[in-house]
């Protein structure tokens, strides 16, 4: 049986897939790539328009795109996406990781790329706005915040979080937010994320 294949590069969406990769033992050859050399191929074109990563090729053949999909096809093939959570955690769980790819994801990318969605006249502007919203998002987050996102109990959506915060955390987004800057701390000793993070440095190397 052929494994899945992984398209991405470090420090993107890739690494949430990554994790949800490890945490159930799926098997999967990574193939670094950007948004550009998707663009530049003919063959991943037609299976993958937009140019988007992440992207997986599943063992039978077919492509998919968009994070949140690609994690609810591993959690729907693993028997996950019903876990061990109650029914009001189990909708909490969709209602966070519905947010975290439809919301904050999407205003992150405002913040550190306003040159692909407005002229360069607007660009500060734009950048403002969306550090306004980010600011109310995570304070949103912080108010539903536990020992992790859905009470004491890790979840994907928690590495999920955690990669979106890894990049907000560099711009020091976190500092006024005590509970979710102990998250994020927390969570970067996690041995998933420590294996893989070391997994992206050992290929680096190649």
């Not at 591993?74 to 009001?88: A, R």
């Not at 919203?133 to 109990?153: A, S, T």
Request: hydrophobic share 35%.
């Amino acid at each position: 049986m052929n494994k899945y294949q992984v398209f991405g590069r470090p420090e993107t969406g890739s690494d949430i897939i990554e994790y949800v990769c490890h945490e159930l033992s799926i098997d999967y050859d990574f193939i670094e790539m950007d948004t550009d050399n998707i663009k530049h191929s003919t063959d991943l074109q037609k299976h993958n328009p937009l140019g988007r990563v992440p992207m997986i090729k599943l063992p039978n053949g077919d492509y998919l795109i968009e994070s949140l999909a690609i994690i609810y096809h591993f959690l729907d093939k693993n028997n996950q996406l019903n876990s061990s959570f109650n029914d009001e955690e189990q909708a909490k769980f969709h209602e966070v990781m519905a947010f975290m790819s439809s919301s904050l994801y999407p205003v992150i990318l405002l913040f550190y790329h306003p040159d692909q969605y407005v002229s360069a006249n607007n660009e500060n502007d734009l950048a403002d706005k969306a550090k306004e919203i980010i600011n109310i998002y995570l304070g949103f987050l912080e108010g539903m915040m536990g020992l992790y996102l859905i009470g004491d109990k890790i979840s994907f959506a928690d590495f999920y979080l955690f990669t979106l915060l890894s990049w907000l955390e560099e711009d020091s987004f976190l500092e006024n937010y005590s509970k979710l800057t102990k998250f994020y701390n927390k969570m970067r000793k996690n041995q998933t994320i420590m294996f893989i993070k070391e997994k992206q440095n050992e290929r680096k190397k190649k």
